[in-house]
């Protein structure tokens, strides 16, 4: 059998060529400085204005946040978490069973990034589910480990009132009506990335995931809490976000970029690799509906302000956004009114 995933079981000594970067393109890992001030909301507040503020003021300044008292059960989380491990656990044979580098299939293990497309692979395997709605793609999800339908349903649904619950507190900060941002993103999709990080040899020299933003709506991601990876574009410099126990972090996807006229921010971030310890991340992404128009709201642009972006179904957005490289210039700019 050709073994594609990185999780085989073996552990490699050397880095194998196709995922060296070239010199210009390395992390530069000794240049990244701890990021000390990623704001952390606690959604458990009375003062609900209060929360839309401080929420308003992390999607201008970092694109980035964290929530604690989120509402997910502490249950759900370590549930979830146990049985990511337990899948990148099991035998290779039966994991490549799910394989498949074909991005429209809604179930598959795979690895790296597009591995048709790109040059330089990226140490990661990861398992994309498709989970809405659930009645449809449950069916086809791992049946090994046998809790995992049962723990990543129940995640789902937890997930998702989280992502509304955000949506909400967004509109909000932006002055427009609660349910604003969910009535035009539609029936939303909900896709899931349980991303698999073996030890790398030689860290200094590839990615787990290479810079990027995110085409969706919001991204709500659970990190490892005793091995970090995520680093965040800031100002210019890469930082990267520590774990912080029992919070997500949350980030603003180009949706919400071009939905916000511009005025949040759709932030670069990537995922780089550790030379001792396995990480897994499940990065949750709320995506619009595919034929959800997006448009700046008219409060955004009745003072005179121009809208930043051309409109465009989400449809269109996605196809561009594969048609590309990862770690290509921002996907947005390709929609920028002149
Ligand atoms: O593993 C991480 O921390 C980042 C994951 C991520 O950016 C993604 O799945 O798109």
Request: charged residues 25%.
């Amino acid at each position: 059998m050709d073994i594609k995933v990185l999780s085989s079981g073996v552990r490699h000594s050397n880095l194998p060529e196709s995922y060296v970067r070239p010199e210009s393109e390395r992390p530069r890992l000794s240049e990244v400085s701890d990021c000390e001030n990623l704001p952390i909301i606690d959604l458990s507040l009375q003062d609900r204005q209060l929360v839309a503020q401080q929420i308003g003021d992390a999607c201008k300044n970092y694109g980035f946040f964290q929530v604690t008292n989120h509402g997910v059960s502490t249950e759900a989380v370590e549930k979830m978490m146990c049985v990511a491990r337990e899948f990148f656990e099991l035998p290779v044979e039966e994991k490549m069973k799910l394989y498949s580098d074909d991005p429209s299939k809604t179930m598959r293990l795979s690895t790296s990034f597009n591995v048709n497309k790109e040059t330089v692979h990226n140490w990661r395997d990861y398992l994309r589910l498709h989970c809405y709605p659930l009645d449809k793609y449950v069916p086809e999800w791992p049946s090994n480990p046998s809790s995992f339908k049962e723990i990543v349903r129940n995640y789902c649904i937890e997930v998702r009132q989280l992502g509304y619950r955000l949506q909400e507190l967004i509109a909000e900060s932006l002055g427009l009506e609660k349910d604003y941002i969910k009535d035009v993103l539609g029936e939303q999709g909900q896709h899931m990335a349980v991303n698999f990080y073996p030890p790398c040899p030689e860290p200094e020299l590839t990615y787990g995931l290479p810079g990027h933003t995110d085409p969706n709506a919001l991204t709500i991601l659970l990190q490892d809490l005793q091995v970090s990876g995520l680093q965040v574009l800031k100002d210019g410099k890469w930082v990267a976000v520590k774990p912080h126990p029992n919070a997500f972090v949350i980030n603003i996807g180009d949706q919400l970029q071009a939905l916000s006229n511009g005025i949040y921010k759709s932030v670069w971030h990537r995922a780089i690799t550790n030379v001792d310890k396995p990480r897994l991340s499940v990065a949750s992404f709320l995506c619009p509906s595919d034929d959800a128009l997006i448009s700046p709201p008219k409060p955004l642009t009745e003072d005179g302000s121009a809208a930043v972006y051309r409109d465009f179904t989400y449809t269109e957005y996605y196809k561009k956004f594969w048609s590309r490289n990862l770690d290509e210039e921002h996907c947005l700019e390709l929609f920028k009114n002149q």
